[in-house]
Structures are given as C-alpha cells and as structure tokens.
C-alpha cells in the first residue's frame, strides 16, 4: 500500500496488493477485527519469536545469522519470522492486540512505538536498559514512552543529508554550501551550467518530500515546534509553518521537473548518472546504488538557515519492541540485550549492506570516509528528529504527501493547502 | 435449486411421496456450502456495516459514532472527488471496453486465415496481472519513456507532461492500461454471444432484404441480451472495485486526482487507519454496485414478463 514510509527497505515488493472488491473489502476490514487469534506462536518458556520486517535479503540473511548465534550461546532460543514490510506494517496492529502474539518485533523509534505504548501494548524493558548505560542520552528519550519507562531497544540509525557526486562538483567548479544563501547560490550556478540542481523522487515515493519539510521546519522553527506540530499540538495553517513554504518556494525553481514523475530510485539514477546536481536523501538511497559509485559519493549538511536555532538532524533510528503479552518476558529480555550488545551490532552492520549506525556506542561503525562523517553530523546536533511520519503516524503521513506534493505544483495555493492539511490532520488526530 | 427441480422431474408419481422429506445428502450440499458462504462472506458484510457505525483505528475496540462517518461522508471533498472520479472511470473504463469489445468481437468472429493470432493478441493483456500490466505502463509513462520518444517523433514535444504525476492527466494514464486489458476480456465474451447466435436468422434477415447495419440491429443485439446481462454486471463490478491497477501506477495521487472510491476506502483503512470510515466507504460501494446492478436485473426481469 505504500511506499509513504521512509522506512529503510520497504520500497520492494509493495504492489503485491490483491484488487479489493467493495464488499471483499468490507469483509477483509472485518476480518482483522473479529480475528482475535492471531499467529498463534510462543508459547510458556519456550523459543522466543521476532517478527521481522527485515526483508531485503541482505538484512534478513544478517538477521539470521544474528538468531543464529543467539542460540548458539544457550542463553535462550528464538525464532526468527520474516515479513514482507508492507504486509508487517499493516499487519502489527493485529499482531499486538491477538491473544498469543508474537514476542519481539522490528520497528521505528519514536512515536510510532509510543503510540502503541500508550495503549498498554508493550513491554517494558527498563530491564535491558539498566545495561545500556553508555547509550547516549539523546537514544534513552527516544526509547522512553510518556509514562517515563523504556519501550524500544535502538539497533541503528542513518541519517538525511543532500547527497553528490565528489567528481561532478569538481567538474562544474562548485563547493559544499555553508547556509541557505550559499545553497541558492550553488543551484543558481548549476543551473546556469543547464543542470537541474535539486533531484527528488516524487512519483510512488510522495514521502521523500517530507524530508524537505521536516529540515526546513527543523531549521526555521527548531525541533520541538516541529515535534509539537506533529503530535497535534500546534496548528498546520500557523504563519510559523507558512514561513518555511515561503523558503522552500526559493528553491522551488531549482527542482527536477522530471522528479514528480519518477521515484527515487529514479531519482538516484538521475544523480549518479550527473542528470542532477544533489539530492536530498537518506542514505538507503545507496542500497539502489552501484558498489563502484559509493566511492565517489559524499553529503553536506541540510543548510543552516537561522543559525539562532539550535541544530537539529534527520536520524531514523530502527530497533526493536516487545509485546506486553509475551507468555517469556525473560527471554525476549535476554535476546534484547543481546541485540543491543556490541557484537551483535557489529555483525548486522558488517553483514547488511546499507550505509548504518550501530545504536550501541561502542560499537565500530563502517569506517568509510562517508559513514565517519555522517556519525560526525549526528554527534554535533543538539536534537534529533526521526522523520515525518516516525515523529507523528503513518496515518498522518498522506496528509503531508498530499499538502506537499500539491504545493510543489501549485505554490500559488499554499494558504489553501495549509488549511486543507490542517483540516486532514485533525480528522486524522481524531480517529 | 436446480436440485430440487430434478428430483421432482426425474421422479414420477410413486416417489413423488418421498421428495418431501429432503434426502440428508441435498441438505447438506445446500447448508455445507451456505455455512461457508456466511463465515466468510455474509458475516464480514454484516459486520461491515456495523463498523460504518464506529470509530475504530484496528486496534482499540470500536465506538458507536452513530451516522457520524456519513455526516463526514457528505461533507468530505476527497470523497467527492473520488465519486466523481470512479463517475468517470465507469463511463469510459465501462462505456469504451464494451464498444471496443463489441467492435473487437464483432471484426474477429468470420473465420479466416489469421483469425485467431489477432484474437490471442488482443486476449493476451489479460492473461498478465494487473499489477504486471502496471509495471509495463509505468515504463511507457515515464519521464522520456516510450509516449514520450513518440510524441517527440512526430513534432508534438508540446503534449509531453508527467503523465502520471499531473493532476489534469493521471486519471486517463491510468485508465487506458485498464481498458487495454478489459477490451480483450470484453471481446471474448461478446464472441462466444456471437457464436450462440443461430446462422439461419441472419439468413433469413438477408433473404428479407435487411442490410448488414439492419441485421446488426435488429438481429445480432436482440440476441445477445444474454450476454448483455454479463457484460454489463462484470463492467460495472470490475469498475467499482478497480484498485490493483491505480494503486500500482499513481495511488490516487498526485494529491487525490486519480482517486477513486476504492483506493480511498484503501488509503484510510490503512494508512490513516479509520477503519470506522473506510467501512462507510465501502458501503457507499456497495450501494452503488448493488443499484447499477439491481437497476438492470428489474428491466430486463420485467421485459422478460
């Protein structure tokens, strides 16, 4: 159903989506409400089972192999479960609500994971947190739900940044710009050289333009405006957020027309093939990218544009939640901890292809020019945001696919289209 | 049914006694298969129109909202929008695969040399998933694709536009792959119509001096009313409940534009999670199905009478 979600490796396998009649429809709504069964799985002390959404094959074969020796180790046995993501992410909510459900899942940081908190959904695991004392303090908050108890155990993170080719800034004699006057500057001179500045991926992926509205806001507005505004708290018509469309639309000339056609893989494409200047991105873009481009790859930093405002960064961070249903609450604990312990994170980030950050600070990132200067961006801002539908729902997120690409067309529109969205985001807020 | 009708046929007077009392093996394939058909069927409709009563995110249990989701409904300019859209997607998507299939079928039913690799040719869209079907077309839309290398060849650059990602194209880039592939469908059931039709009325029509226009009015449509009844149920259904083939190429994006009821329904089910409203959606589906349908059935039973 959608490829809204920037979750990292959920773009594959989504049109798998069976035609639903009107009343096989109904039916299939129906369905998931009367199902309190559920996979039926776990079951006493038995083996632990992790539903995972881990599906490209890289991920899932590192996942294995971290079950593996889980097992191996005689501190418990799990089973492991892949999930197409499209599938899992629609699936979860009956997942944790059957009677038997499964015991540990693959998710996002943030409010997503919250969301379910506040339903009574999750387990706590303050437990495994007492051995994560040298997580830093930024992860320990994302992981901690409104009643102040941890609910999610990190794994990795990945950051946002406008990516380019080293070589094709050399070429056309550009640098990396500091802040959003030299940022228009840079797209006013490779314009003038005929090459579109700004990539984006519009089609099929609308929610890559979240990216664009979260740094602006983030920027202009800081991120707790930000988070505020995506949790319902301040208003989408706001001039504050009228404010940041009036700076993207700077930059609106400066976009891909091709970009609203294609998605970003397309737009990935575009960029590496030199069809584009930058492209802003998170760094799963490189799975679509070949081995021998990844060299010639670098970023620079969303530019600032208040330098009043405390800066603040994109870093989805992914990990882990259980359920508060587990029928072993000890050895999901157990595999937790392993988790999140320094080998197995050293092993998923050797083992998955993607440009990651392990969550656990002891463990050794990639030492990748690239990866070693993205851990820097990261370590140097004071906040860090998740993404626009991690900070608030996948049920807000086509709301803001929807304002965001309209506005890209018709700029014209904002105040209506600020006023539709606000008017979207309360039915959403409502349920 | 047709169970009934042969035992009473097929026994004569001595066992007629015996048909009252229903033999355990009828019973069985009447209850069998209507048990079924309620568990999963009947049940989930009903229960669907319940849930158009509630506010439910899937995951709490759901509220008695009362008529709230229709309130919503009447006012909420996304569904009006969708309507209108799914509107135009049965006029054309309905109204050009049956013309189209009609004239298709109506070309191809002489035997002649050839014949039947032109029937395959055009039968073959259906044989591929929808979604396979999409996949095609998403090559043929896209930025410097196939329409866009042939508009380029014949001087008219000017037409080029993200066929898919503009609001004033994405409805029709979308219903053509769907035609493409429901004319050939469409085709085959009007030919087998045509074949059914007894040669000796043409005949006769010829040998009373009807031209071929005359004949195709007042001899090949008449006949075909069977089919008609069909063509026209299978259009309509496959109109309201076209999904796989939006959902794969635009989403009912760009902002809304190509939606349709149906993907609407989707999208808050699943996105936006409001189970309670999307089950209003449906009914409103269903309703329209039911009515289009139900519409036919009374004019052609009271013809029939």
């Known amino acids: 159903m959608s490829d809204f979600d920037p979750g990292r490796r959920r773009f594959l396998g989504h049109l798998g989506l069976a035609g639903l009649g009107a009343l096989g429809a109904s039916s299939f709504l129906s369905a998931c409400a009367s199902s309190a069964s559920g996979p039926t799985t776990s079951s006493g002390s038995g083996a632990v089972t992790i539903q995972s959404n881990l599906s490209s094959p890289q991920a899932k074969a590192a996942m294995e192999k971290l079950i593996e020796t889980f097992n191996g180790q005689g501190k418990g046995t799990a089973s492991l479960n892949t999930i197409a993501s499209e599938t899992f992410r629609t699936q979860l909510p009956t997942y944790l609500t059957s009677a038997n459900p499964p015991d540990l899942y693959t998710w996002y940081a943030g409010s997503v994971a919250n969301d379910y908190a506040s339903k009574n959904l999750l387990l706590d695991v303050s437990d495994v947190w007492k051995s994560l004392g040298d997580y830093p303090q930024s992860l320990r908050t994302l992981s901690t739900d409104a009643s102040g108890k941890q609910i999610f155990v990190p794994m990795n993170n990945y950051w946002w940044g406008f990516f380019y080719r080293k070589s094709n800034f050399a070429k056309w004699g550009v640098q990396e710009p500091k802040n959003w006057t030299e940022f228009l500057a840079l797209c006013e001179t490779l314009k003038s050289k005929g090459i579109p500045p700004i990539g984006i991926g519009l089609g099929d992926t609308p929610w890559v333009a979240s990216a664009w509205f979260d740094y602006l806001n983030i920027r202009i507005n800081g991120a707790p405006f930000h988070r505020e505004l995506l949790a319902g708290k301040q208003r989408f018509d706001d001039p504050k957020v009228k404010a940041v469309f009036t700076r993207w639309r700077e930059a609106l000339p400066y976009f891909d027309p091709k970009g609203k056609a294609y998605p970003f893989q397309e ?12 492209f802003l991105i998170g760094t799963f873009f490189a799975d679509a990218a070949p081995k021998d481009a990844l060299g010639d790859l670098d970023f620079f930093r969303f530019p600032i544009i208040d330098p009043a405002v405390p800066l603040a960064e994109e870093a989805p961070t992914d990990g882990f939640f259980a359920s508060a249903k587990t029928a072993n609450p000890t050895g999901t604990k157990a595999l937790l901890s392993y988790l999140a312990g320094v080998e197995a994170q050293e092993a998923y980030v050797k083992a998955s292809s993607g440009i990651v950050l392990p969550a656990n600070p002891k463990a050794k990132a990639s030492d990748s020019p690239l990866v070693v200067k993205g851990k820097a961006m990261l370590d140097e ?23 965001l690409t309209k506005f890209i067309d018709k700029p014209d529109q904002i105040d209506a289209i600020l006023r539709e969205w606000q008017a979207g985001a309360e039915k959403v807020f409502k349920g | 049914m047709t169970a009934t009708i042969s035992t009473t046929s097929v026994t004569p007077t001595r066992r007629r006694r015996r048909s009252a009392r229903l033999s355990p093996l009828l019973v069985a394939f009447v209850l069998v298969p209507f048990a079924v058909e309620s568990i999963w069927v009947f049940w989930p409709a009903l229960q669907g129109f319940w849930f158009s009563l509630t506010r439910w995110d899937g995951m709490t249990p759901p509220t008695f909202v009362g008529t709230d989701n229709y309130v919503e409904l009447a006012g909420d300019a996304t569904f009006r929008g969708a309507l209108v859209n799914t509107v135009i997607w049965l006029v054309l998507f309905g109204g050009l695969s049956v013309l189209g299939g009609f004239g298709m079928a109506l ?12 029937r395959a040719a055009l039968f073959t869209p259906v044989v591929f998933s929808l979604v396979v079907t999409a996949l095609v077309w998403r090559v043929f839309y896209q930025p410097d694709g196939i329409a866009d290398t042939l508009l380029r060849a014949v001087g008219l650059e000017s037409l080029i536009r993200p066929w898919l990602a503009d609001p004033q194209t994405a409805l029709y880039a979308v219903i053509l792959p769907a035609l493409w ?10 030919l087998a119509g045509l074949k059914a039709i007894d040669p000796a009325l043409h005949e006769a029509a010829r040998m009373d001096g009807a031209n071929s226009w005359q004949r195709l009015r007042h001899v090949t449509i008449p006949q075909l009313k069977g089919v008609n009844a069909v063509v026209l149920s299978v259009i309509v259904i496959d109109s309201l409940r076209s999904f796989d083939i939006v959902w794969s190429l635009t989403k009912g994006g760009p902002y809304h534009s190509s939606e349709l009821l149906s993907t609407y329904m989707y999208s808050t089910a699943f996105q936006s999670l409001r189970l309670g409203y999307a089950s209003a959606i449906a009914v409103v589906i269903f309703v329209l199905a039911l009515a289009v349908i139900l519409g036919y059935l009374v004019r052609a039973f009271r013809e029939e009478a």
Do not use: C
Request: net charge positive.
């Open chain 1, 381 to 403: 801002a004071k906040e860090l945001t998740q993404f626009f539908n991690r900070d608030s729902s996948d049920a807000l997120q086509p709301t803001a696919d929807t304002a």
């Open chain 2, 107 to 118: 070309v191809l039913q002489k035997e002649r040399r050839g014949v039947g690799f032109y």
């Open chain 1, 267 to 278: 737009a990935t494409t575009a960029l590496l093939a030199g069809k584009t200047g930058m």
């Open chain 2, 181 to 190: 592939r429901q004319i050939g469908y469409v085709m085959v059931l009007f």
